[in-house]
């Protein structure tokens, strides 16, 4: 049974910051990208961050890049998502995927997602 646990989010003010947890189980993911992606209420879904379980190769979307960071401990299967610099616009329900396409913003395994408010 595979799961994708996330935790971390809230309501921070703007310029603050945040961090988000994800904890997988249930698959081995060690030939894995994970990642985080994001959906505002009436937007289309958005890849932020990804990172090479094999090496932590990490990439980001232009909107988060220079704020967001995506790193991860090996051995807990966890990977976290530290968003600093927060803005109204990243708003929105958080998700941890398995990214299934490389390079690109596709997931097979998704977690329930943690609701992130920037007010």
């Known amino acids: 049974h595979v799961q994708l646990v996330e935790s971390g989010g809230g309501s921070v003010q703007a310029g603050g910051s945040l961090r988000l947890s994800c904890t997988a189980s249930?698959?081995?993911?060690?030939?894995?990208?994970m990642g985080w992606f994001r959906q505002a209420p009436g937007e289309e879904r958005e890849g932020v961050a990804a990172?090479?379980?094999?090496?932590?190769?990490?990439r980001y979307a232009d909107s988060v890049n220079g704020r967001f960071t995506i790193s991860q401990d090996y051995a807990l299967n966890t990977v976290y998502l530290q968003m600093d610099s927060l803005k109204l616009e990243d708003s929105a329900m958080y998700s941890c995927?398995?990214?299934?396409?490389?390079?690109?913003?596709?997931?097979?395994?998704w977690g329930q997602g943690t609701q992130v408010t920037v007010s």
């Open positions: 249930g698959l081995t993911f060690d030939d894995s990208e």
């Open positions: 995927v398995r990214v299934s396409a490389p390079d690109g913003w596709m997931g097979d395994y």
């Open positions: 990172i090479w379980r094999q090496g932590g190769t990490t």
